[in-house]
């Protein structure tokens, strides 16, 4: 396992939180690549991950199972391209789309992905995601007063922070699923 040297990497993305609701309309999912693009190898969901990386510490912590040093900068897709968008069911309401970082504006790579990723999970939760985590709240997990002080998605309990993958979205061609285990 080679270690991530990120050095002037700024991702431009964001998420949409939605409508609240754990599924978005397949509409509002902007489509990112029509046709033959595959992930990159690292970067495909299996039962043992070519990447080792907890989603819930900072994106040049993950290893990969590769003897390529630059492995993180290699493009996200073959072949490359300008945007990605991603799913996270059951853990962000809304896509992540994700834009190349200053470091190679032409393409998205894979460090954009785990920064993209790792920015998404570690954003507040805003009203309009309340009723997305409305069974956190009636289960009694959260603490008291996490409303007025503000939660991260990472804080919303589900234990799932170990990256798995990338799944492709049968739903939306050219979209991905993100796919996480248990720690």
């Known amino acids: 396992m080679t270690s991530l ?15 609240g609701q754990d599924q978005l309309p397949a509409a509002s999912l902007p489509a990112t690549a029509r046709g033959n693009v595959e992930p990159h190898y690292l970067l495909l969901a299996r039962p043992t991950p070519l990447i080792e990386y907890n989603v819930a510490l900072a994106p040049h912590t993950a290893l990969a199972n590769t003897f390529h040093a630059n492995w ?6 073959k072949p490359p391209v300008a945007t990605m968008t991603i799913t996270a069911p059951g ?6 789309v994700v834009h190349p970082s200053e470091r190679n504006p032409a393409m998205v790579t894979i460090s954009d992905i785990l920064s993209a990723i790792h920015s998404a999970l570690c954003g507040r939760v805003g009203p309009e995601e309340y009723p997305y985590i409305a069974q956190h709240i009636l289960e009694g997990v959260l603490p008291q007063g996490w409303a007025e002080r503000g939660i991260t998605r990472l ?3 589900n234990g799932r922070v170990k990256w798995a993958g990338l799944l492709e979205d049968t739903d939306e061609l050219g979209n991905w699923k993100l796919v996480l285990e248990n720690q």
């Open 155 to 157: 804080e919303v309990p």
């Open 91 to 96: 853990l962000i309401p809304g896509p992540i």
């Open 72 to 77: 993180p900068f290699e493009p996200a897709t």
């Open 5 to 19: 040297n990120w050095t002037n990497l700024v991702p431009q993305h964001f998420v949409n939180p939605g409508n």
